[in-house]
């Protein structure tokens, strides 16, 4: 079932001033998000990447670690996401040797009062990131694009899939 926000913006009180929402009376569910993006490479770093011939080592395994950390660690760089315990997290990979591209896809999960779409979508920025900077020596005109929010699952608004572009 696809779902649209039409709330209102709860992380401002009634003055206008930054609040952490207070989430303490909601019940505890499982929640999922999976997030995923994208970085388009020039043909050496896509060989680089693809064979596992990069200076720096294993490109995907160091992303795979960095967008993991990267979950775990969100309520440190976001200022208003609340610490929460992961139950999982997963950052995957899918070459796209059309587009000379590769994909980043992060799942991630907990059993608590809030969602874990802030988590999701880190992991996959800093996945992405840590491809960029890997391979930053082969190729600084890298881009990352696409990153979004796939789908949600838990909590009161239910399930959310992001319609296909």
Known sequence: MEQETGGTLNHF????????VDVGEKPITQRTAVASGRIFVNEAVYKAIAEGTAKKGDVLGVARLAGIMAAKRTSDMIPLCHPLFLSKCAVDFEMQPEGRAVKAVATVKTSGQTGVEMEALH???VALLAIYDMCKALDRRMEIRDIHLERKEGGKSGTFIAAKS
Request: avoid cysteine; charged fraction near 20%.
């Open 123 to 125: 992991a996959v920025s």
């Open 13 to 20: 009180d009634a003055q206008g001033k930054a609040i952490m």
